[in-house]
Structures are given as C-alpha cells and as structure tokens.
C-alpha cells in the first residue's frame, strides 16, 4: 500500500505565505505526476498545481506568479510554497501521486488526507 501525508496547512494572514509538503511512503516502485488539489464546501476538487517526475509543471490561472510547486525524487515528497495568499485560496489542500508499486504495473493514483488552510483578512 502506499501512503501520502500532507502537512504545513494552518491560518495565515492575508498576504502572507504557507509551504505544504507532502511525504509518499509504503510500496512505491516509481512515482509519475504529483499534484496539489483544493477543495472549498459544496465544490468538487480542482487543480492548483501539477509536476511531472522530469519537473514540469503547470497551475491553475489564480495562482499563477504566487505558488510553486516543487519535488524532492529522493525523498518521494511534493512541496507547494504559496505566497501573497488570498482569501479564495482557501480550502483543504491535498496532494496526489501516480505510483507504479512494481516494475511493469500501471500507476494508480493515491491521496493524501488533506490539509486545511485558512486566510484571515
């Protein structure tokens, strides 16, 4: 099995900055795209940002200039730094992966179990 843990989430002030980290453990052959999504009350999850295991990396518009996403392969860890963090950026945040738990076998995607993060204005 395989395991994600998120943290790094809290209530921050309008304007100020927050880093997630996410941490993958368990039965883990190699691991594809790792991602950060949000989710607000009465709303489905949605993208905030994506990362490849060669680096690439995409977001959504709102955050565009403000949040970065990064990844540590040796320590099977996505990280999302968020700066001049808003109102609207709030929500529970959780962390994917697409992991090959063997050599030949296909990815399966995994969640973490979230992370709450709150702006005050």
């Known amino acids: 099995q395989v395991q994600l843990v998120e943290s790094g989430g809290g209530l921050v002030q309008a304007g100020g900055s927050l880093r997630l980290s996410c941490v993958a453990s368990?039965?883990?052959?190699?691991?594809?795209?790792m991602g950060w999504y949000r989710q607000t009350p009465g709303n489905e999850r949605e993208l905030v940002a994506g990362?490849?295991?060669?680096?690439?990396?995409n977001y959504a518009d709102s955050v565009k200039g403000r949040f970065t996403i990064s990844r540590d392969n040796g320590k099977n860890t996505v990280y999302l730094q968020m700066n001049s963090l808003k109102a609207e950026d709030i929500g529970i945040y959780y962390c994917?992966?697409?992991?090959?738990?063997?050599?030949?076998?296909?990815?399966?995607?995994?969640w973490g179990q979230g992370t709450q993060v709150t702006v005050s204005s």
């Open positions: 990362i490849t295991s060669a680096g690439m990396t």
């Open positions: 368990g039965r883990i052959y190699s691991i594809n795209a």
């Open positions: 994917n992966a697409d992991v090959r738990t063997q050599w030949g076998s296909a990815a399966l995607r995994y």
